[in-house]
Each structure stands twice: as structure tokens, then as C-alpha cells.
């Protein structure tokens, strides 16, 4: 069974601690914090003040996935701010390797994420050192867009990779996660998917995320 990510990016804000809340209870593992800089992404979001806020409030483990040009200016305060994973992009640096290490060097879960367009080869040579590869299943940048089945192979590639080098990585996919386009996923190898308006547009958030795990049993 896939482990649940809902993205807050579709979380009710004013009322962000209630949908929290909501997710929380109704068995979702992990919480996807989107950070988006109106550079490497066009849109905007929030920064490392909302991880802190967020903290206190729940134990899921919060994942900060960061669509931020350099990102290692932002790496320390957001991994003092009480994240678990801290995820960056392979495009958004020419230095993913020390991105990574920074990371790692604050105690925190490292993840690489790949886009669409970038083959896995890009990762290959980080993939020893890291605990998550996010393989984004749309481009980056909005919530509620369709999910790009292409992006499924490469998912299968990753595993393959893990296990003939023995290596101990969970896959994530992000982006047009539902309780279809989940099953080819999980069954190529991804152990945590990312649903953000198909979990928070709902009137009932938990039976999505009963959904998405009812789909990869
Ligand atoms: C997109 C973000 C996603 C987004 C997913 O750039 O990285 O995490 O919230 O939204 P849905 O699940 O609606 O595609
Ligand atoms: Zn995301």
C-alpha cells in the first residue's frame, strides 16, 4: 500500500490547522509542503515560516518540496524550521550534490526531484546519498493539472536501480494523483504519492486517501 502525501498548496488556509487535522486522522503518513520561489516556478507560495507554524501541530512527517533556483540559500532555514524530508530540484542548480549534502549535514531526509523532462540519468550519480527521489508526474508550478503517464517509466527505471545497486530510496510522484492514475505508478516502484486537489478539493478529504490506498493493495 502507497503511503498518502496530501499538498497543503490545495489546503483551505485560513482554516489550514483544521484540514491538517483532517488528513492527519484520516491515515495520511506525510505532509507535502510546496515552496514556490516566482522564479523557477511561476507562481509564489510561502516559505519557512509556514514549516515552523505547521510543526508544532502535527507529527506526519513534513515534506518540503522546494521549486526554488538555488535552493541551497534557503536549505538551513527550512531544515531548522522542523522538516523532516527537504526535497530539491536536479534543474534548479548546477550543484545538486552540495545541495544535498547541506541537507544531510542538518540531519534531515535528502531528496532529488527530476522533471518531466529530465531523464534519470541526471540523478544517477547522487542517487547514493539520497533517502527520496521525487519524480514529478507534471510539470511543476500549479496544482490541479492531468497526470503525465510518460513519467512512468522512468519510475520504473529508478527501481530497477535500486534494486541492482542495492540502494534504499522511496520514490514519490507528484502531481495529477488519483485513484487511477496511482496504480500504474505504485506498480512501477513509487512509495508515496502526493494528492493535493484531488485530496482537499473534496468534500471528504479521508475518502481520497482511503481511496489512493484502496487503488495500490
Ligand atoms: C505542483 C506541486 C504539487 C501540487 C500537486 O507543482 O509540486 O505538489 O500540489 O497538486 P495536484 O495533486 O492537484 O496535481
Ligand atoms: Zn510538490
Redesign the pocket.
Known sequence: MIKVAP????ADYVNLQKDIEKVDKGGAEVL?I?I?DGQF?PALSYGPGWVKAIRPITDMTLDV?M?VTSPERFVDQFADAGADIIGVHVEATPHIHRALQMIKNKGVKAEVVINPGTPVSAIQPVLYMVDQVLV??????????K?LPETVKKIAELNEIKKSEGLDFDIEI?????EHTVVGAYQAGATVA??????F?ADDPVSRIKAIKDATK
Open positions: 499538498s497543503i498548496l490545495s507535502h510546496d514556490m516556478v518540496h521549486m514529478m508526474t507534471v510539470n511543476p508550478g500549479f496544482g490541479g493539472q497526470f507528484d502531481g495529477g494523483v488519483n502526493v494528492a493535493g486537489s484531488y485530496v478539493d
